[in-house]
């Protein structure tokens, strides 16, 4: 069994400040884990995923997550937060038994950027 | 572009009226998915379809009939829902079903009154 819990359904920053955003997993095996972002009245957008290689990942729009075993966490960092990054961000964790369906999701953090 | 389109964006439908959401894929994957994503909830995995072959199915009401004619090509038969079916409907593909990456089309907005 998996799952994903995120910390902070709502978090706000001021434009320029640091972006946090927490994620922890749960998995009895070693995962794939994901953030996706989600504009409003958009779809799921790929932000970076981790597959096992470098435990620093750098995604688009100067996004990058951090895979901390000991922690279990893979929280999303961007040193200075733009007006254009106001969406819902889900993380996500995919088991590697080969099934579709272990993919979950986490309840998702809307990330507001104050002027 | 996402390489997964999804028609119609939005639909109010009627719970008596009979409709259906497609979605097409044009990036080759072999597997696709419809997710239901409701108000305060977690994306909710509804089926599963990998070369064509539904291999999941997660307890989802009848109402919701899901048809794969082909890899690239996936709809989704409404009838007769209830108001709390209301949700964005989001159709995704991934190379096959073990584990790849998802893509996400931007989805349908479904409200029943």
């Known amino acids: 069994a998996q799952s994903v819990t995120q910390l902070g359904s709502h978090v706000s920053v001021s434009e320029g400040a640091l972006v946090l955003l927490r994620c922890n997993y749960s998995?009895?095996?070693?995962?794939?884990l994901f953030w996706y972002v989600q504009y409003p009245n958009q779809g799921l957008q790929l932000l970076l995923k981790?597959?096992?290689?470098?435990?620093l990942v750098k995604g688009i729009n100067g996004f990058e997550a951090e895979f901390k075993k000991s922690e279990t966490s893979f929280h999303l960092t961007k040193p200075s937060a733009h007006m254009s990054d106001a969406a819902e961000y889900f993380c996500?964790?995919?088991?590697?038994?080969?099934?579709?369906?272990?993919?979950?999701f986490g309840s998702g953090t809307q990330l507001t950027v104050l002027p | 572009e996402t390489g997964v389109t999804q028609t119609p964006r939005h639909l109010v439908m009627g719970m008596t009226n009979k409709k259906s959401l497609k979605c097409e894929q044009h990036?080759?994957?072999?597997?696709m998915y419809w997710y239901k994503q409701s108000a305060k909830k977690p994306l909710e995995l509804m089926f599963v379809?990998?070369?064509?072959?539904?291999?999941e199915n997660n307890s989802v009401p009848s109402r919701f009939s899901p048809e794969c004619p082909n890899s690239s090509h996936l709809f989704l038969h409404l009838h007769t829902l209830q108001p709390e079916d209301s949700a964005l409907y989001l159709c995704?593909?991934?190379?096959?079903?073990?584990?790849?990456?998802?893509?996400f089309g931007e989805g349908s907005w479904l409200t029943v009154v």
């Open positions: 995704a593909s991934s190379q096959d079903g073990t584990g790849n990456t998802i893509y």
């Open positions: 998995s009895s095996v070693p995962p794939y």
């Open positions: 981790y597959t096992s290689a470098a435990t």
């Open positions: 996500a964790v995919s088991d590697r038994s080969g099934s579709a369906r272990q993919l979950t």
């Open positions: 990036l080759g994957h072999n597997a």
């Open positions: 379809y990998n070369f064509k072959e539904q291999t």
